[in-house]
């Protein structure tokens, strides 16, 4: 009767703290995803790529550590440059988000390389999309899949 | 003796003089862009597109003659290029849609013949274009006809791999109607810019 007694202690204990741990990250904000979309690509495509704005309203510098999609075998973002008319692309590995800045992926600069589709992603549908920061937490976005 | 050599150097004269007339007669004064206007770059003169045979991805044959009387507009890349070549083909594909655009012919040409076959080609196209024609065919063919154009490539990663990563010269090319490359516009690419510099370019030269 006593064990039972404190394990039920201890998942209150958990549950009032995992509460204050949230809580504290609703005040603490993170960066946010604006206009993020996919572009909707040719049947049987298996690179699609995001496009959004970064904005780190916060006082905190982050980082960006890891991205990936239920909807995809792998996510990497992109750096893109045009040495001598040439397109290359990088990996970028961790992306850093300034306190007040903004990280702008558009076409031509970075975008999120999205891999190998695990289902048909039509114009309207919405994919998932989760960017590791640095601090351990999450920011969930929602990706619209547009032309 | 005397007199052959003399002869000799008046057919060589005549060579000259008719060489340099064709270059001035054909050839105007280069066209002179507005200062701002980065990476537009004129061929002058225009070089002669190479011999070449690639494969429609109507199943169709295309070579350089496929050029002649009509200007167009082409694009090297590789179809699972995720950023660069679609943003291209969307250019392509808003100034399809533009009633006041000349009548022009937008081409898409792989540098990755081994995963675009006819049909991904197909696949590609149609998204963007009902009319867009894609190009594929066999590696020196392709190389026959992007080398002169300097449309350098290069695989990076596993070639084995659905995954392989293909770096490539991502210009815009304009194709005269007597099948010459008249000038190339590099990236990046947006609709305004490519199609303000393709009016232009095609105003002048037509």
Not at chain 1, 112 to 124: D, E, T, V, Y
């Amino acid at each position: 009767m006593s064990s039972f007694a404190t394990i039920t202690n201890k998942r209150l204990t958990g549950f009032f703290f995992s509460l204050l741990l949230s809580a504290n990250s609703w005040a603490q904000t993170q960066p946010e995803l604006v206009d993020a979309w996919i572009t909707a690509a040719p049947p049987g495509s298996r690179n699609l790529a995001g496009y959004f704005i970064f904005e780190n309203k916060t006082t905190n510098n982050f980082k960006i550590i890891k991205v990936k999609s239920p909807a995809f075998e792998k996510v990497e973002m992109h750096q893109v440059s045009f040495p001598n008319g040439m397109m290359r692309m990088t990996e970028i590995e961790e992306l850093a988000l300034p306190a007040g800045q903004t990280v702008a992926f558009e076409t031509g600069t970075r975008h999120l390389m999205l891999i190998g589709p695990k289902h048909a992603l039509p114009i309207g549908s919405k994919v998932k999309v989760d960017f590791s920061l640095n601090n351990g937490e999450i920011i969930n976005a929602q990706l619209d899949v547009r032309r | 003796m005397k007199k052959s050599k003399n002869s000799l150097l008046a057919i060589i004269a005549v060579i000259f003089l008719g060489i340099t007339w064709f270059f001035i007669a054909e050839e105007p004064p280069i066209l002179k862009l507005p200062n701002d206007w980065e990476g537009i770059i004129i061929e002058s003169p225009p070089t002669p597109a190479p011999t070449f045979t690639f494969t429609q991805h109507n199943g169709k044959a295309f070579s350089e003659k496929d050029f002649l009387n009509k200007w167009s507009l082409i694009f090297f890349g590789y179809t699972n290029c995720p950023d660069v070549c679609p943003n291209a083909m969307r250019v392509f594909a808003q100034m399809a849609q533009d009633p006041k655009l000349p009548a022009t012919e937008f081409i898409f040409a792989t540098v990755d013949p081994k995963r675009d076959n006819t049909s991904r080609i197909a696949e590609f196209v149609n998204f963007f274009g009902k009319d867009f024609i894609g190009l594929t065919g066999d590696k020196k063919e392709i190389d026959k006809f992007a080398r002169p154009f300097g449309v350098i490539y290069d695989y990076e990663g596993d070639v084995n791999s659905p995954d392989y990563i293909v770096t490539h010269f991502a210009a815009i090319y304009v194709i005269d109607p007597k099948a010459r490359l008249r000038a190339y516009i590099l990236p990046p690419h947006n609709k305004i810019r490519v199609q303000e510099a393709y009016e232009l370019i095609r105003n002048y030269y037509e």
